[in-house]
C-alpha cells in the first residue's frame, strides 16, 4: 500500500474516531417549564395574567399552563409536585396542612358582591338555612360568604362549589342558582340583563386577598430568576391596567387571548378593568401589608385560626422575589 493510500486511511479512521465522540456528548439539558396550575377557566377576569405569563415567555420563561377544576385540585397540584405554580387563596392548606407551600405575590382583592334571586330571597335572614354557591373550597369567595354569615347570625344548609365568577352569573341568569356571590362583571350583566330580579346583599369587610401565586418552597428557591420574571411581568401589566384599563383590549388582540370571546364578552374587557382598577389593583404586589391584612380578615372569616398579629408573615409568605421585582422596577 503506498504512503498516500495509508495516510488517507489513517485520516478516514481519525475523522470516524472523532464523529464516534461527538455522537455519546449528551445534548444540553433543557430547562423543564414551569407549570402553572389555575383552579379556574379562562375568562375575562383572568386576561390580564393571561398576557402577563405571555409577557414572561417573551422574556424566555418557558410555561405550560393547566385549567383546573377548582383551586383546591390546583393546589394540590402544587403540593404533589404535579404543577410548580398554583392560583388561588391556600392560606388553610398552609395552616391546617403544614403544606410546603408559600404566597410570593398577591393578584387581587376581594371585589365581590354576595346576590340574591329577588323572586326568593330579599336579605341576609333569609339564607338561613339555605344552600348557598362560592367559587372553591378555601377561596376568597367563601370566606366572604362565612363571615357574612357570622355578621348576620345565620348559617347555610350547605355550599356549593361554582368555579368562575361568569359561570356562577349564567347560573343566576337559568335559574340555576338562587345564592352567590359575582364580580363587578357578573354584576353589570344582571344589571342589565335582569334589573329587577336580583338583589345584592351588603357586605361588611375590608379588602383582603382573592387570589394570589404560590409554589412549593424548593421551587421558589431553586427557580429563583423565572419566578423573578414572572413577577416583573405581572406587576407591568397590573400597572399599565391601572393607568389605562383598555390596554387590555389591545393585549387580548396582540396575544390571541380568549379567540373564541363572543362579541358581548369582548365588549366586557374595558369596563371589567376600569372598574378592576378603581377598586384598586395590587401594583406592588401585595407583601407583608398585604399579609397582615389577610391575617385579619381570614381568621375572622375562619379560614385561618390563632391571632393575627401572633401570625408570622414567614410561615405563609416567600417575599423575594416580589421585593426583587420592587427594588429593580420601582414602587407604584
Same mark, same amino acid.
Given at each position: 500500500m503506498s504512503g498516500i493510500k495509508l495516510r488517507a486511511l489513517r485520516r478516514l479512521a481519525l475523522a470516524a474516531t472523532i464523529l464516534a465522540s461527538a455522537s455519546v456528548v449528551p445534548a +444540553?439539558?433543557?430547562? %423543564?417549564?414551569?407549570?402553572?396550575?389555575?383552579? %379556574? /377557566?379562562? =375568562?375575562?377576569?383572568?386576561?390580564?395574567?393571561?398576557? #402577563? /405569563?405571555?409577557?414572561?415567555?417573551?422574556?424566555?420563561v418557558e410555561i405550560d399552563v393547566t385549567?383546573?377544576?377548582?383551586?383546591? /385540585?390546583? #393546589? @394540590?397540584?402544587?403540593?404533589?409536585? @404535579?404543577?410548580? /405554580?398554583?392560583?388561588?387563596?391556600?392560606?388553610?392548606?398552609? @395552616?391546617?396542612?403544614?403544606?410546603?407551600?408559600?404566597? !410570593?405575590m398577591q393578584l387581587s382583592t376581594? @371585589?365581590?358582591? +354576595?346576590?340574591?334571586?329577588?323572586?326568593?330571597?330579599?336579605?341576609?335572614?333569609?339564607?338561613?338555612?339555605q344552600e348557598v354557591a362560592v367559587h372553591s373550597r378555601g377561596s376568597g369567595t367563601e370566606a366572604l360568604m362565612q363571615l357574612a354569615a357570622q355578621q348576620n347570625g345565620i348559617s347555610y344548609s350547605r355550599v356549593s362549589y361554582i368555579p368562575g365568577a361568569e359561570v356562577r352569573t349564567g347560573a343566576l341568569l337559568q335559574g340555576n342558582v338562587k345564592a352567590t356571590i359575582v364580580d363587578s362583571s357578573g354584576r353589570r350583566i344582571l344589571e342589565r340583563e335582569a334589573p329587577d330580579r336580583f338583589i345584592f346583599l351588603p357586605l %361588611? =369587610?375590608?379588602?383582603?386577598? %382573592?387570589?394570589?401565586? !404560590?409554589?412549593?418552597?424548593?421551587?421558589?428557591?431553586?427557580?429563583?430568576?423565572d419566578v423573578a420574571k414572572l413577577v416583573e411581568a405581572i406587576l407591568t401589566t397590573w400597572r399599565e391596567v391601572a393607568e389605562n384599563p383598555a390596554v387590555m383590549v389591545k393585549l387580548r388582540e396582540k396575544y390571541n387571548l380568549l379567540p373564541d370571546a363572543s362579541a358581548e364578552t369582548i365588549a366586557e374587557i374595558? +369596563?371589567? !378593568?376600569?372598574? #378592576?382598577?378603581?377598586?384598586?389593583?395590587?401594583?406592588?404586589?401585595?407583601?407583608?401589608?398585604? #399579609?397582615?391584612?389577610?391575617?385579619? !380578615?381570614? =381568621?375572622?372569616s375562619g379560614a385561618l385560626t390563632g391571632e393575627p398579629s401572633e401570625l408570622k408573615v414567614e410561615d405563609f409568605w416567600d417575599l423575594d422575589a416580589l421585593n426583587a421585582a420592587i427594588a429593580k422596577l420601582g414602587s407604584s
Amino acid at each position: 500500500m503506498s504512503g498516500i493510500k495509508l495516510r488517507a486511511l489513517r485520516r478516514l479512521a481519525l475523522a470516524a474516531t472523532i464523529l464516534a465522540s461527538a455522537s455519546v456528548v449528551p445534548a +444540553p439539558a433543557m430547562a %423543564d417549564p414551569m407549570r402553572i396550575a389555575f383552579g %379556574d /377557566i379562562a =375568562t375575562v377576569e383572568t386576561l390580564h395574567l393571561m398576557a #402577563a /405569563i405571555e409577557r414572561a415567555r417573551e422574556a424566555g420563561v418557558e410555561i405550560d399552563v393547566t385549567y383546573l377544576k377548582s383551586e383546591d /385540585i390546583a #393546589a @394540590q397540584a402544587v403540593v404533589s409536585g @404535579q404543577a410548580d /405554580i398554583g392560583v388561588g387563596g391556600p392560606y388553610a392548606l398552609i @395552616q391546617k396542612v403544614r403544606a410546603p407551600i408559600r404566597i !410570593f405575590m398577591q393578584l387581587s382583592t376581594l @371585589q365581590m358582591y +354576595p346576590v340574591v334571586d329577588g323572586s326568593t330571597y330579599k336579605e341576609w335572614k333569609d339564607l338561613d338555612g339555605q344552600e348557598v354557591a362560592v367559587h372553591s373550597r378555601g377561596s376568597g369567595t367563601e370566606a366572604l360568604m362565612q363571615l357574612a354569615a357570622q355578621q348576620n347570625g345565620i348559617s347555610y344548609s350547605r355550599v356549593s362549589y361554582i368555579p368562575g365568577a361568569e359561570v356562577r352569573t349564567g347560573a343566576l341568569l337559568q335559574g340555576n342558582v338562587k345564592a352567590t356571590i359575582v364580580d363587578s362583571s357578573g354584576r353589570r350583566i344582571l344589571e342589565r340583563e335582569a334589573p329587577d330580579r336580583f338583589i345584592f346583599l351588603p357586605l %361588611d =369587610t375590608a379588602p383582603a386577598t %382573592d387570589e394570589a401565586l !404560590f409554589a412549593n418552597t424548593d421551587y421558589l428557591r431553586e427557580n429563583e430568576e423565572d419566578v423573578a420574571k414572572l413577577v416583573e411581568a405581572i406587576l407591568t401589566t397590573w400597572r399599565e391596567v391601572a393607568e389605562n384599563p383598555a390596554v387590555m383590549v389591545k393585549l387580548r388582540e396582540k396575544y390571541n387571548l380568549l379567540p373564541d370571546a363572543s362579541a358581548e364578552t369582548i365588549a366586557e374587557i374595558e +369596563p371589567y !378593568f376600569a372598574g #378592576a382598577a378603581e377598586a384598586g389593583l395590587p401594583v406592588n404586589g401585595g407583601g407583608e401589608a398585604a #399579609a397582615r391584612g389577610d391575617f385579619e !380578615f381570614y =381568621t375572622v372569616s375562619g379560614a385561618l385560626t390563632g391571632e393575627p398579629s401572633e401570625l408570622k408573615v414567614e410561615d405563609f409568605w416567600d417575599l423575594d422575589a416580589l421585593n426583587a421585582a420592587i427594588a429593580k422596577l420601582g414602587s407604584s
